[in-house]
């Protein structure tokens, strides 16, 4: 039963597209794990952590006729984590992606919403988030999603000083615009992780539900990158009294790690469970608030394209995976999907296998 849970395991592991989720999250030196979508729903007995269980096996995403299910709050099917970490106000937070493919460009937001009680068992529609960071595109460093692959997959966000002690849901997105220029092209990829707030703040800013937070025809979410001046809007609410678009960037290194501490128990951050070498943090990248600049160079690394015997020839025939680039001005990889996917044309520089 072991063998046949491990290879249903691997089976599913190798229908991941090239996109991502976050693997795990850094808290003052210590390391939490995420869920992970794409092995827990194969694994009996998953361990308990601080993100959201998602529905999202093939690292896909929300797109925007979503945007008024329950699915864009957290994600797909989106239920509570069964712990949460601890944090103090002013606490920097690093959300580490397995992966991001640079051709996915796009703004990177951040939201926190108050639990009433735990938010282990926090109806996720009664939830009111407000916006923490929001770093879209500047001239100095292009877009957020490019100042995260640079910091090896990494965002850091800052928890507010004046924020209230209590329990808290952190909701932390990319959304990728490659195909954003035409209605419905925009893709979000929402995750949500549990964090008990300590600290002596009073505010707990009004916030509007996950389901309220964007609109299809958003400036910033029907939006075209390809265009000649890049004066991009961050879409969603205003940020809150004194947050900053972003805080300076730079990929943190985790000295210990430790499990999720379960609701009504007392841990957390300051409580490591393994010692674990630490690396040297890379050069910090603080992202300004200017939009204007020049359009971005249109080519794009692909993701690797997988391999297929092609039927009765002996050869070995490149396809590209579900949800990888199969096209566009520039474009040299694969231009055929794997099964199950078609290379559709979204614009002149990107074609997607969907």
């Not at 004046?162 to 195909?179: D, F, M, Q, T």
């Not at 505010?203 to 890049?230: C, H, M, Q, R, S």
Request: aromatic share 8%; glycine share 10%.
């Amino acid at each position: 039963m072991a063998r046949k849970s491990i290879l249903t395991a691997l089976a599913g592991a190798s229908l991941v597209a090239a996109h991502g989720h976050v693997s795990k999250v850094i808290v003052n030196g210590v390391e939490y794990q995420n869920y992970d979508p794409t092995s827990f729903p194969y694994n009996s007995n998953p361990p308990t952590v601080i993100g959201w269980t998602i529905d999202q096996k093939d690292n896909g995403f929300v797109s925007p006729d979503a945007f008024d299910s329950g699915d864009i709050i957290c994600h797909k099917s989106a239920t509570p984590a069964g712990g949460h970490a601890t944090v103090k106000a002013g606490d920097k937070i690093s959300l580490q992606w397995d992966q991001w493919p640079e051709s996915h460009k796009g703004p990177v937001i951040d939201y926190l919403a108050a639990c009433d009680g735990d938010c282990e068992s926090v109806d996720k529609t009664a939830l009111k988030f407000f916006k923490i960071d929001g770093a879209g595109y500047d001239a100095t460093n292009g877009w957020a999603s490019d100042v995260l692959i640079k910091d090896g997959n990494s965002w850091v966000v800052e928890i507010p000083e004046n924020i209230k002690p209590g329990n808290y849901v952190l909701r932390h997105e990319i959304i990728a615009l490659h195909s954003a220029g035409q209605a419905n092209g925009a893709q979000n990829y929402p995750q949500c992780f549990n964090l008990k707030v300590e600290g002596s703040g009073s505010t707990v800013p009004a916030g509007v539900a996950g389901t309220e937070l964007y609109k299809a025809t958003d400036a910033g979410i029907l939006f075209d990158i390809y265009k000649n001046d890049i004066s991009y809007p961050v879409p969603g609410p205003s940020l809150i009294a004194g947050a900053s678009s972003s805080i300076a960037q730079s990929k943190m290194a985790a000295t210990a790690t430790a499990s999720a501490t379960l609701p009504g128990a007392t841990g957390g951050s300051n409580s490591p469970a393994t010692s674990a070498a630490a690396a040297a943090p890379a050069p910090s990248t603080t992202l300004v608030t200017s939009t204007k600049a020049a359009a971005p160079a249109t080519s794009a690394a692909p993701a690797a394209p997988a391999t297929s015997a092609a039927a009765g020839s002996g050869q070995v025939q490149a396809k590209q995976t579900k949800w990888g680039q199969c096209g566009g001005n520039g474009y040299t990889g694969a231009t055929e999907c794997e099964s199950g996917s078609t290379c559709t044309k979204y614009n002149d520089w990107y074609s997607q296998c969907v």
